[in-house]
């Protein structure tokens, strides 16, 4: 077994703060069903760390709410805020074959509809509006581009390449 805690894992969600005195938390979910979150436990941390046990206990605005073994006090919460919560990759669905999950995608190169190499996903980005690609090209230059299948006709995981059909610069 590796030593990296997060290979063979997928970020799930992450901890957000604490809710309450008593170790609540509040927990950002990127499930589909958010509370499916809790489903794919022992969820592990970056440094290692594992949570067996989550109780999802209710909701707020943007986050669930919840009971995790081993947080019992809010600056035990509070430490944690902004923490990755990753699961095995072998406890998550199958996807269909034009959905991906962000850590298949990070990594690979991108090319134009004509083959020119354009970078590599550094991140995939959601700011409510839909994915977007952020692809680090030469020499530190950054191209967002929208995950749409207009504008990413390809993704192909076994080949690991992305083609990208980027608008004419009018410029």
Do not use: W
């Not at 703060?17 to 609540?24: L, N, Q, S």
């Amino acid at each position: 077994m590796s030593d990296d805690p997060t290979k063979g894992r997928i970020v799930v969600g992450s901890l957000a703060g604490a809710f309450g005195v008593r170790g609540e938390v509040r927990l950002k979910s990127f499930c589909a069903e958010p509370a499916d979150l809790a489903g794919y436990v022992p969820l592990y941390t970056p440094d290692g760390r594992v949570f067996r046990d989550i109780r999802i206990i209710g909701q707020t605005q943007g986050s669930l709410t919840a009971r995790i073994e081993g947080i019992s006090s809010k600056e035990e919460a509070d430490a944690l805020r902004g923490t990755p919560l990753l699961a095995d990759r072998s406890r998550l669905p199958a996807l269909p074959d034009d959905e991906f999950y962000h850590a298949d995608l990070i990594g690979l190169p991108v090319q134009d509809a004509g083959g020119a190499p354009l970078g590599i996903v550094r991140a995939v980005l959601n700011h409510g509006a839909g994915d977007i690609l952020e692809v680090g090209g030469p020499r530190g230059s950054t191209l967002l581009i929208p995950f749409t299948q207009a504008a990413v006709p390809l993704v192909d995981l076994a080949a690991r390449r992305i083609v990208a059909d980027l608008p004419e610069d009018d410029g």
